[in-house]
């Protein structure tokens, strides 16, 4: 049904672009994102400090993804999540790592911030990926406690502080012994997806792989 109401209410335009496309990425600006690819998987496993096992991200965080990602979360532009969601799902590396997964989880934000919102960006595009791809999407098992305030402008140490303690887990048995994405939108100093991982990790599941779109 939220799927069904999404589609009504979110235009079927090119989000770079805003041009009409019903794939939601026109040929034009998926060439034109190329300067900012920075798709790789990397094994976590022997970093140290890294509470979860690969680490994927898609673009740098710079010019117009920059732009983009800002508009998505801060400007009420969450029909972005069409366009964010294809380029995603028309990677077929990261589509093929999918096949070794089981579950997807957004990274949550705390309910205030929602309610002020509208919506939770990561939970979105999670909520697409899962809808065209094997996964299933778990969005009631990571619950944001602590309201926060903002990661950004802070520093490396005041992030790890800030967001310590921020996350617990409801509904325990849907994610033991499960492979799980973790999604969140910006990977800067690591410390938010660090901190899910961490509480994610205590609960017996297997592995877990975090995706963002763009690491800065």
């Known amino acids: 049904m939220l799927n069904f109401i999404l589609n009504l209410i979110y235009p079927n335009v090119c989000g770079f672009c805003d041009i009409i496309n019903k794939n939601h990425l026109c040929k034009k600006c998926e ?38 990602i800002i508009q998505y979360k801060f400007n009420e532009k969450a ?36 309610l002020q919102r509208g919506y939770n960006q990561t939970e979105l595009i999670a909520r697409e990926l899962a809808k065209n791809t094997n996964l299933i999407l778990e ?29 617990t887990v409801k509904n325990v048995n849907s994610i ?15 410390s938010t997806v660090n901190e899910c991982c961490k509480v ?5 599941v297997n592995k877990i792989a975090v995706l963002t779109i763009a690491k800065d």
Not at 49 to 66: A, E, L, P, S
Not at 83 to 112: A, M, Q, R, W
Not at 200 to 204: D, E, N
């Open 176 to 190: 033991k012994n499960k492979n799980i994405i973790l999604l969140d939108d910006i990977y800067t100093t690591g």
């Open 200 to 204: 994610l990790k205590k609960l017996k």
């Open 31 to 68: 060439l034109k994102l190329e300067k900012y690819r920075n798709t790789n998987i990397v094994d976590c496993t022997k970093i140290k400090d890294k509470n979860f096992d690969n680490q994927i991200n898609i673009f740098h965080y710079d010019g117009i993804v920059r732009e983009k």
């Open 79 to 114: 029909y972005l999540y069409k366009t964010f969601s294809k380029i995603i799902l028309n990677d077929k590396k990261i589509c093929g790592f999918f096949e070794k997964y089981d579950i997807i989880i957004p990274v949550p934000i705390h309910k205030k911030r929602n």
């Open 139 to 167: 969005n009631k098992v990571l619950i944001k406690q602590k309201n926060i305030k903002p990661q950004s402008g802070l520093t490396k140490f005041q992030r790890e502080n800030n967001i310590k303690n921020a996350f």
